[in-house]
C-alpha cells in the first residue's frame, strides 16, 4: 500500500495536516508542547510547516513529509525484526 495515499483518504485530502493531529494520531503518548519540544531539540526529525511567518500561526505537517517519515520508522522496525530473526 502507498503510505501517501493512506494518508490523503485518513486526512480527507488534506495537504497540510494540522500539527495537533499528527501529534494525537502518530505521536498519542505526548502531549503538544512536548511533542512540540521535542521536534525543535531535533528528536523528531519531521519537518513542521508555519502558515505564515508569526510564532503564533498555524503550524502543520505536509502529507508527502509525514508518509516520508512513517515509511523511514517502518524500513527501521523492519531492519531490527529482520535482525531478530536472523533473516
Known amino acids: 500500500m502507498n ?3 493512506l ?3 485518513q486526512y480527507s ?3 497540510i495536516i494540522p ?3 499528527v501529534c494525537k494520531d502518530f505521536f498519542g503518548h505526548l502531549t503538544l508542547q512536548k511533542f512540540l519540544r521535542k521536534h525543535n531539540s531535533g528528536e523528531i526529525d519531521l519537518p ?3 502558515i505564515e511567518d508569526s510564532q503564533k ?3 502543520g505537517v505536509h502529507l508527502i ?4 517519515y512513517l ?3 517502518r524500513n527501521e522496525a523492519t531492519k531490527e525484526n529482520n535482525a531478530m530473526f536472523g533473516r
Open 65 to 68: 513529509d509525514l508518509a516520508h
Open 71 to 73: 515509511d523511514k520508522r
Open 3 to 5: 503510505t501517501q495515499f
Open 19 to 21: 500539527v495537533q493531529d
Open 13 to 15: 485530502g488534506k495537504t
Open 7 to 9: 494518508l490523503l483518504a
Open 57 to 59: 500561526c498555524a503550524r
Open 48 to 50: 513542521i510547516v508555519r
